[in-house]
T-cell receptor
Framework: DAGVIQSPRHEVTEMGQEVTLRCKPI?????LFWYRQTMMRGLELLIY????????DSGMPEDRFSAKMPNASFSTLKIQPSEPRDSAVYFC??????????????FGPGTRLTVL | SQQGEEDPQALSIQEGENATMNCSYK?????LQWYRQNSGRGLVHLIL?????REKHSGRLRVTLDTSKKSSSLLITASRAADTASYFC????????????FGTGTRLTIIP
């Protein structure tokens, strides 16, 4: 299995531009999580999906952030418009939840976003 | 606020020594997990302990859980240079949904 795949690995953009981060979870997993990691705030859960449905988006910082999961093998996190304070590493993770599974999360390599 | 708080924030030890990291949390949990993050990489799951377990082993790792004190410890025995990384505890609450709440992490440096 290729693991969780994220793209791009690095993104540098200018303030005000739209940024789209992409994630392909591990095949067969039913839950997908988006996290943001910064030195100041640590690892924060932004949103998570179960069976492609958003379950908890309480961590989404503001309306500039949106996430979708159109099918079981793809999710996007969009920031529009981007701001310098959005600079961070964004991780996607997937897991198999329920049915006696351990809900261990498998993380992708992350996207390092820099907003100038 | 963070559910899990690790201490120490940073730890440096000589190769071959044992490393102990602690995690405290605030609410009732279903399970507690430990993850490792190498610099510039994603987190990797190490071990999970359920709320009805007190101790668990996996290779050189030993995890303990004290639900009365709402705390856990991770022991890495016979440390190696490759163990240099940040270590995070994560808790799954007994209430609500399946999300994990991660702590602030311990930065472990193994000195060769």
């Amino acid at each position: 299995d290729a693991g969780v795949i994220q793209s791009p690995r690095h993104e540098v953009t200018e303030m005000g531009q739209e940024v789209t981060l992409r994630c392909k979870p591990i095949s067969g997993h039913n839950s997908l999580f988006w996290y943001r990691q910064t030195m100041m705030r640590g690892l924060e859960l932004l949103i998570y999906f179960n069976n492609n449905v958003p379950i908890d988006d309480s961590g989404m910082p503001e309306d500039r952030f949106s996430a979708k999961m159109p099918n079981a093998s793809f999710s996007t996190l969009k920031i529009q418009p981007s701001e310098p304070r959005d600079s961070a590493v964004y991780f996607c993770a997937s897991s198999l939840v329920g049915g006696g599974s351990t809900d261990t999360q498998y993380f992708g390599p992350g996207t390092r976003l820099t907003v100038l | 606020s963070q559910q899990g708080e690790e201490d120490p924030q940073a730890l440096s030890i000589q190769e071959g020594e044992n490393a102990t990291m602690n995690c405290s949390y605030k609410t009732s949990i279903n399970n507690l997990q430990w993850y490792r993050q190498n610099s510039g990489r994603g987190l990797v799951h190490l071990i999970l302990i359920r709320s009805n377990e007190r101790e668990k082993h996996s290779g050189r790792l030993r995890v303990t859980l004290d639900t009365s004190k709402k705390s856990s410890s991770l022991l890495i025995t016979a440390s190696r240079a490759a163990d240099t990384a940040s270590y995070f505890c994560a808790t799954r609450s007994n209430f609500g949904n399946e999300k994990l709440t991660f702590g602030t992490g311990t930065r472990l440096t193994i000195i060769p």
